[in-house]
């Protein structure tokens, strides 16, 4: 991106002065130029007062509305696009902090007032089988509960309950204000550096209670699982990091997570943390993965797990999955039913038995069939 410099946008509309050759190294007013430009495309609001004071901008003077611009833009330069963050990092020293703290400010107050309203619509799967475990996967920024709901019942596990919480429509700075489901707003794309802290402590309390209501209805703590995507990641570990008291588990797929600025206490210190990430991963680069499992060992917690796909970007796919059915079934097992609990159980009860211990029942017509194989299952 550093080669596709703007020295051409006086005659040129924003869009075609990206296909130019390349041109020389840009000096450091032409890097700023081109940072502004990007931050546009990427509906950076507080940049366009910058970019409209330059002069040799004037092809610009109009204010074309950027959000309206931006789809088309990231379906010809995606690749572009992923590499803003890498981009933004080399051109750290010619950014206009003071501009990027005061809107970073703005925004945060608008976070926090946003989370004091109500949470999103939480989606809850019953177990299938008999209950007998809690797993809760939090959504990554501008998704839903409903957006995951497909990920419990692939994994085939009868006795547990999933719960998918949707986080809060807030003003999400990097998304040019523009409202979105966010656990917290993010304001610059370096993922490890200053974010809304108020927003971040209001969502682990949101999931400290929705823990305490699982415990209160009967699901003790040594059943219940954290998981959670990308933002949603970030927010399963730093709740896991501020536990008092450990859970069966913690899940964090295609996320980051800074080092916990204390130690975890002792009793959490064994509880189980799975990381999973892309290693193609263009948003949130696979270093991060390996920077937060270091900073999590180094808070303490023993029981770290780093897995890393190939050719997996920002999203999952089935072996991952596959090895977050293995983790789950570690952490949190499923209890053998008793004969009699057998024997009381639907053909749709005994079919899911069957099927979260790998038996067909493929040719079964009679419920004597399914009981007769269940029974043999569990001897």
């Known amino acids: 991106p550093l080669s596709h410099t703007a020295a051409n946008a006086s005659s040129c509309t ?18 700023s130029e081109v940072f502004v430009c990007c931050r546009v495309w990427c509906c950076q609001p507080y940049i366009w007062k910058e970019l409209s004071r330059k002069d040799d901008w004037a092809t610009l003077s109009s204010k074309p509305k950027p959000w309206m611009h931006a789809q088309t833009f990231s ?4 690749p572009f696009i992923n590499s803003l963050p890498a981009l933004e990092r080399q051109l750290r020293p010619y950014l206009p902090r ?5 809107h970073q400010q703005r925004r945060s107050s608008q976070a926090r007032a946003a989370m004091s309203t109500a949470w999103g619509k939480s989606v809850i799967q019953p177990a299938t089988g008999k209950q ?40 999400v700075t990097m998304s040019g204000g523009i409202k979105r489901n966010a656990w917290f707003d993010i304001a610059h794309p370096d993922l490890m550096g200053v974010r809304d802290e108020p927003s971040v402590a209001a969502s682990v309390g949101y ?16 059943r219940i699982v954290l998981a959670g995507f990308s933002q949603g990641g970030h927010i399963t570990l730093r709740t896991t990091s501020q536990l008092t008291r450990p859970l069966a588990g913690a899940i964090g797929l295609g996320t980051w997570c800074e080092a916990p600025s204390q130690a975890v206490p002792e009793a959490v210190q ?10 193609e991963d263009p948003l949130v680069p ?16 023993r029981n770290v797990e780093l897995h890393k796909y190939r050719g997996l970007g920002h999203s999952t796919n ?13 952490v949190i097992p499923d209890a053998p039913p008793t004969r009699d609990e057998v024997e009381g159980m639907s053909v749709k009860e005994l079919r899911a038995l069957l099927g979260s211990r790998g038996i067909s029942t493929l040719g079964f017509l009679e419920k004597r069939e399914f009981m007769d194989a269940a029974l043999a299952a569990i001897r």
């Open 286 to 301: 696979v270093a991060l993965a390996e920077q937060t499992a270091a900073g999590l060992r180094k808070a303490g917690l």
């Open 270 to 279: 064994q509880m189980p943390v799975f990381v999973g990430h892309g290693a």
């Open 75 to 78: 379906r010809l330069h995606t």
């Open 98 to 102: 003071r501009k990027v703290a005061q």
């Open 207 to 222: 999931v400290k209670e929705l823990v305490a209501a699982e415990v209160a209805a009967g699901t003790p703590e040594s």
């Open 132 to 171: 007998s475990a809690v797993v809760f996967i939090f959504h990554g920024l501008g998704d839903s509960g409903e957006g995951l709901s497909s990920i419990g019942p692939g994994l085939k596990l009868p006795h547990v309950k999933f719960i998918y919480p949707t986080a809060p429509e807030i003003a």
């Open 14 to 31: 924003p869009l075609e002065s990206y296909n130019h050759a390349p041109a020389p190294a840009p000096s450091s007013q032409r890097v």
């Open 318 to 330: 089935a072996e991952e999955l596959g090895d977050v059915r293995a983790f789950l079934l570690r």
